[in-house]
């Protein structure tokens, strides 16, 4: 195990370099860079050209990206261009938040759907078992900004309720950060849930088609025990893959209900960057979400082997 | 007294896309104490489908006719709470394919432990020392280690054998093996069969064997119930059936099993197969198939009924006198 970890993690730094040398390319391939934008478009082809030469992108790329590459191995992520900020501090502070609505998210999404999956198994083609999966189809077709900005105008036109604007940390007031991220944790975790929810089934329904749950069975077990005590673990193996997947992807932030909620969330930040041409915050920011996906997926995989005994590293 | 298990006119049919469709087709058998009766057919005649109809382990699309009294208590009207009393502790059931009717995530000990503790109440601890010692009685070596490893570090015959452990853990009346030695290799299926007539010895276990493989039926059964197409075609003392068998479908059954001392060029088979579910002839079931074939046989569905010998038999070949 302890020489698997350590093989994992080395295996990480080719992945790392080719995402960086990836992000790099395509960021320098659109149009437009930070100094035209910076200047506006009225500026001359000579003051972009000076400010260019001051902020060192006329140096040959090969060049420019070793300079970055070179400070990200001493843990210097860089300023930003446009703010002159340093970059990891804001990248961390924005993870926090991102970390809180993720957390939120997954815990409703997974507390609505691995019952429910588990019921629509075990009552596969039963009227309960039709509602909920219609529910869930309904969850995984519409488009998360809809379900969130469907909620929002509900709730403040009905309720006369809107969620509070300043992020609070759960660790400063946990019913005012409860308040503020109810509504978009919502809103992902109705995509969270559809998703698992349709796993649950699947995986249930296969695992409840095996010989030991016959024998479950055989041994004078209630439904419920054969239930959560032989078929649960049996069928966690791919519900937990794709709940890995899931929260990898919203860790990296979940640009658009980040967008709708106004949440200053790690996606939010790269989003900013790519308008501004902001090079240094846009690869910062996609390398960090790029290493938090590669490390949940490593969790993973630890993971399993604490499920299923024959898998071994 | 009372049978042990006594099944009479079971009918098990399953709803199926808004058919019904009938697999067991008036079944009756009894089971004294300390009986083992053996239940031979092809695949598909029902054999595994009465296994589990006595432990009422279906499903919700089975739908089930007639009665099924063990001990004198009829099954077939239980609450599915007072079924799971006797599942597992006065009825057990070992299956064919031990590689996977095991779960694979759980220790030997909890598996077997698992019976202990639901129905005789006992302790995590106690279940698991009885658990070794139950591993110890079925010939499992190093059983101290045994408990805490999983299914897949165990052979085969190993997990046959925690499968008769786990089974036996309850003392139970009756225990019914459906093919509880097809999937091993030979030599292990001596040991399994061994160790069951050991067991059988030391409980007084009744068991209700089902199985296609007619030298594991004469090694075991006092008695034998031919099935074929979802019917009983034949029952007899064991050394009757090997004797004098009746049925053409039994004779075919013996006719088809390789032996050392007949000098036979080729094995006899059997032609055709067995009828589809929706297709069953409108007489003897078997008569498409039969070498004596008459003309009631493809009008009228014979009776089981006592022939000569003391066994019973479905066949005109026996019945003409009687019936007509």
Known sequence: MGSYLIKRIISLIPILVGISILVFTILHLVPGDPASIMLGTEATPEAVAVLRAEMGLDKPLISQYLHWAGGLLQGDFGVSVHTGEEILPQILKRFLITLQLTIMAVVIGWTLAIPFGILSAIRSHSKTDKVIRILTLLGISVPNFAIGTLLLLGLSLYFNWFPPIDVVHFWDDPAEAFKVFILPAVTMGIVVAAGVMRMTRSAFMETMDKDFIRTARAKGNSQWTVVMGHALRNSSIPIVTIAGMQIGYLLGGSVIVEQLFSIPGLGQYVLDGIYQRDYPVVQGGVLFVALVFVLVNLIIDLIYTWIDPRIKY | ?324
Not at chain 2, 117 to 134: C, D, I, M
Not at chain 2, 150 to 166: D, F, K, N, T
Not at chain 2, 265 to 291: N, Q
């Open chain 2, 1 to 324: 007294m009372a049978a042990m298990l006594h099944i009479d006119q079971l009918r098990t049919s399953f709803a199926q896309s808004g058919k019904s469709l009938t697999i067991i087709d008036g079944v009756s058998l009894t089971v004294q104490a300390g009986e083992t009766v053996g239940i031979v057919g092809e695949s598909g005649c029902g054999k595994s489908v009465t296994s589990l109809s006595i432990m009422r382990l279906l499903g919700k699309n089975a739908e089930m006719t007639g009665s099924i009294r063990f001990e004198g208590k009829e099954l077939l009207t239980l609450s599915e709470k007072e079924m799971q009393k006797i599942r597992g502790n006065e009825i057990a059931m070992i299956f064919q394919e031990p590689m996977t009717s095991l779960n694979p995530l759980q220790t030997i000990g909890k598996q077997i432990g698992e019976p202990l503790r639901r129905h005789l109440g006992l302790s995590k601890q106690a279940a698991k020392e009885r658990a070794v010692q139950l591993l110890r009685e079925v010939g499992i070596p190093r059983a101290e280690e045994i408990v805490g490893e999983y299914p897949h570090q165990l052979s085969g015959g190993m997990r046959q054998r925690v499968m008769i452990a786990m089974a036996m853990a309850c003392s139970p009346k009756l225990l019914i093996a459906d093919e509880p030695t097809t999937a091993l290799d030979v030599t292990i299926q001596a040991q399994i069969l061994e160790l069951m007539k050991k067991v059988r010895a030391e409980n007084h276990t009744s068991i209700v064997l089902i199985t296609h493989d007619l030298g594991v039926v004469a090694e075991m059964c006092h008695r034998v119930i031919v099935m074929y197409a979802g019917q009983i075609v034949e029952e007899a003392e064991v050394t009757k059936l090997f004797e004098e068998p009746k049925h053409p479908y039994t004779k075919g059954l013996l006719n088809s099993m390789p032996s050392v001392s007949v000098d036979a060029e080729r094995l006899e088979a059997i032609p055709g197969s067995v009828p589809l579910l929706h297709e069953m002839p409108a007489g003897c079931r078997f008569a498409p198939r039969c070498s004596h074939v008459m003309d009631i046989c493809r009008e009228q569905n014979p009776q089981l009924l006592p022939v000569e010998g003391g066994q019973k038999c479905r066949c005109w070949l026996y019945q003409e006198g009687d019936e007509r």
